[in-house]
Nanobody, 129 residues
């Protein structure tokens, strides 16, 4: 069964840090780009960061550049999102997902949602001011 499981969310004060993990199973993790998305209450799901199948390329939304770092360990079938300098506007449910196609590059984080599948249940991040 193809699935991804997110973990690491929680409640943190403004300026704090969290590290999210996404563990995959049931598909060829090392051959697919992976991405983090988030959805705040009342808002649409948006792309946060993408990483290529070998981890050599990444893209991040302007709102998180310089604060969030995406990485992956293909030996562990796991992707990470290190979040620092968190802001209340980062409060959302964070989801990881796998590219529906193998070994595809992206040049923009926008409008990526339709290209991704194998969605997890999400992990909640709350940043208090």
């Amino acid at each position: 069964q193809r699935q991804v499981v997110e973990s690491g969310g929680g409640l943190v004060q403004e300026g704090g840090s969290l590290k999210l993990s996404c563990t995959a199973s049931g598909f060829s993790f090392g051959d697919r780009g992976m991405a983090w998305f988030r959805q705040a209450p009342g808002k649409e799901r948006e792309g946060v960061s993408w990483i290529s199948w070998r981890g050599g390329r990444t893209i991040s939304a302007d709102s998180v550049k310089g604060r969030f770092t995406i990485s992956r360990d293909n030996a562990k079938n796991t992707m990470y999102l290190q979040m620092t300098s968190l802001k209340p506007e980062d409060t959302a449910m964070y989801y990881c997902a796998a590219d529906k196609k193998y070994r595809r590059f992206f040049t923009s984080i926008t409008d990526m949602r339709a290209d991704f599948g194998y969605w997890g249940q999400g992990t909640e991040v709350t940043v208090s001011s």
